[in-house]
């Protein structure tokens, strides 16, 4: 697949868009501007690319919205060679902004066909994450405490074992609601023992599922 001059200018596009909706952080931006969303789509989808709508991927899941990547990725505030974990990889396509940005990518998929597109993707654009296959729900303690986590899909509570992952003074960003609508939540943890959480708009995800894929 090839990235020619008009992806790019399509690309430009929609970050001008995402940034009249309100995206302020340039290096999210700078980020919408250089990753390929159209290599993430499946074939009947690449002409949509970089229309700012979500579609699907298989498996049931989706390739979110560009303003929801950007929107939960502005709320993260992931520093260069942060450590993050993604509950959620999909397409890829988040795990490859936040690659771009240059955090230190973890990240967990569910559904094996998913997975191992994803990190065949990556490797392939020189991106380098580490890939798990398994339940995001859980985490991953053995790698953790983690800098951020970012959850990209829906949860009907927010995992306790995540929120013991996060370092002291980490930031957790996860949908948090039933299966109809999600509150994007924002969960930075203060102390040991205190989190602090705030609320930032509604927004439709898939749900998050929990136990062995």
Known sequence: MTDSYRHKGLRRNLAEE????????????????????????DTGFVKYAYKDQAFPIGCGQTISQPYT???QTQLLEAEKHCKV?????????????????????????????????????????GYKATFFYGDGYEGKPAYGPFDR??????????????KLQLKTGGIMVI?????????????????????????????????????KP
Do not use: N, W
């Open 18 to 41: 995402i940034r009249s909706k309100g995206i302020e952080d340039e290096r999210v931006l700078d980020a919408v501007l250089k990753v390929p969303r159209h290599y993430f789509m």
């Open 149 to 162: 986590i970012l959850v990209t899909a829906g949860a009907q509570e927010i995992p306790g074992k995540l």
């Open 85 to 125: 974990l993604e509950v959620g990889t999909g397409s890829g396509y988040q795990a490859a902004i936040l690659c771009q940005m240059g955090a230190k990518v973890y990240t967990i998929e569910r559904h094996r066909d998913l997975f191992i597109k994803a990190q065949s993707l990556l490797s392939s654009m």
């Open 69 to 71: 990547v950007a929107f």
């Open 175 to 211: 949908p948090v609601g039933d299966s109809s609508c999600q509150v994007m939540t924002r969960v930075e943890r203060i102390t040991e023992e205190e989190f602090k959480v705030t609320e930032h708009g509604r927004f439709v995800f898939v749900p998050l599922l929990k136990g």
